[in-house]
Nanobody, 125 residues
Framework: QVQLVESGGGLVQAGGSLRLSCAASGRTFSPYAMGWFRQAPGKEREFVAALRWSGDSTYYAASVRGRFTISRDNAKNTVYLQMNSLKPEDTAVYYC??????????????????WGQGTQVTVSS
């Protein structure tokens, strides 16, 4: 079993920055990939970013490309989401997730095997 715990959310003004962290614990942690999703009030959960646990491949939603950066620290079993130039429309609960068994896509929720509880990000205008 894998546990994912997000941290780093909070309230920030538009144009500001936040860095989210997702620490994994439990079984020997060796995912295929890690991702971040978000869910705004009244909306479906959507893909934000993902990375392979080995190598340099990263993937971003068009809405965050150039503003958000996903990264990892393999030694700490932690994935990060650096969020810059935040906008009010970035307000959401942010979730990290782990792919253990790759199913062919990183952008769909169904492709992820474990999920964290989420951390709230609120961007004020």
């Amino acid at each position: 079993q894998v546990q994912l715990v997000e941290s780093g959310g909070g309230l920030v003004q538009a144009g500001g920055s936040l860095r989210l962290s997702c620490a994994a614990s439990g079984r020997t942690f060796s995912p295929y990939a890690m991702g971040w999703f978000r869910q705004a009030p009244g909306k479906e959960r959507e893909f934000v970013a993902a990375l392979r646990w080995s190598g340099d491949s990263t993937y971003y939603a068009a809405s965050v490309r150039g503003r958000f950066t996903i990264s990892r620290d393999n030694a700490k079993n932690t994935v990060y989401l650096q969020m810059n130039s935040l906008k009010p429309e970035d307000t959401a609960v942010y979730y990290c997730a782990a792919v253990i068994h790759y199913s062919g896509s990183y952008i769909y929720e169904a492709g992820y095997d474990y999920w964290g509880q989420g951390t709230q990000v609120t961007v004020s205008s």
